[in-house]
């Protein structure tokens, strides 16, 4: 079982870019959940979605993130345009029934 | 309202003694699950734990127990015989329905040799 894997696992990008954060959750997971992590704010649920369906997006701070998952083996976070603000640690994770499994996490860094 | 607090931002311990790290939560559910997780200094989330609000007994793994106080509605992680790999954040959090996680803001847990 390779785990929950996230791609890219560092991301430098210019204000105003475009980025797209890739997630894989692990196949029979049901659920895959998008959080962010800064030392302001700790742990925030970005956005969670079950058998592909997104469920409760109340976390996404702004319409400039979106997230899809266009099947059971794949999800992605975009952020356009992005700002500085955006510059965290994005956690990828996803369960089955009780237990989340984390990926590494994509440490995005806007300048 | 804060549905986990974590009150102790940073511990010490002397290696080999245990600690204790502190959780409260608060539910209006019947059925949640709580959970304790490690992230080292790499970035990680690790899982350590999980007790279920319908265990009777206190969840163990290892050199980790979970003591559990519905009553007071409290989650505390017993770390035993620290070890210097122990120093990490760690973090409390609790599911309820629809598998929605809540996470504390941490604590820095530092080991001394």
């Known amino acids: 079982d390779a785990g929950v894997i996230q791609s890219p696992r560092h991301e430098v990008t210019e204000m105003g870019q475009e980025v797209t954060l890739r997630c894989k959750p692990i196949?029979?997971?049901?659920?895959l959940f998008w959080y962010r992590q800064t030392m302001m704010r700790g742990l925030e649920l970005l956005i969670y979605?079950?058998?592909?369906?997104?469920?409760?997006d109340s976390g996404m701070p702004e319409d400039r993130f979106s997230a899809k998952m266009p099947n059971a083996s794949f999800s992605t976070l975009k952020i356009q345009p992005s700002e500085p603000r955006d510059s965290a640690v994005y956690f990828c994770?996803?369960?089955?029934?009780?237990?989340?499994?984390f990926g590494s996490g994509t440490r995005l860094t806007v300048v | 309202a804060q549905k986990i607090t974590q009150t102790q931002p940073g511990m010490f311990v002397q290696e080999k003694e245990a600690v204790t790290l502190d959780c409260t939560y608060d539910?209006?559910?019947?059925?949640?699950?709580l959970f304790w997780y490690k992230q080292p200094s790499s970035g990680e989330m690790i899982f350590l734990i999980y007790?279920?609000?319908?265990?009777?007994q206190n969840a163990t793994e290892g050199r980790y127990s979970l003591n559990f106080q519905k009553a007071r509605k409290s989650a505390n992680l017993v770390i035993s015989a620290s070890q210097l790999g122990d120093s990490a954040m760690y973090f409390c959090?609790?599911?309820?329905?629809?598998?929605?996680?809540?996470f504390g803001s941490g604590t820095k847990l530092n080991v001394k040799p």
């Open positions: 007790q279920g609000s319908y265990d009777e």
């Open positions: 979605f079950n058998n592909n369906v997104p469920i409760d």
């Open positions: 196949s029979g997971h049901n659920s």
């Open positions: 994770a996803s369960s089955e029934t009780d237990f989340y499994t």
């Open positions: 539910t209006s559910d019947q059925s949640y699950g």
């Open positions: 959090a609790m599911r309820e329905n629809f598998n929605k996680f809540y």
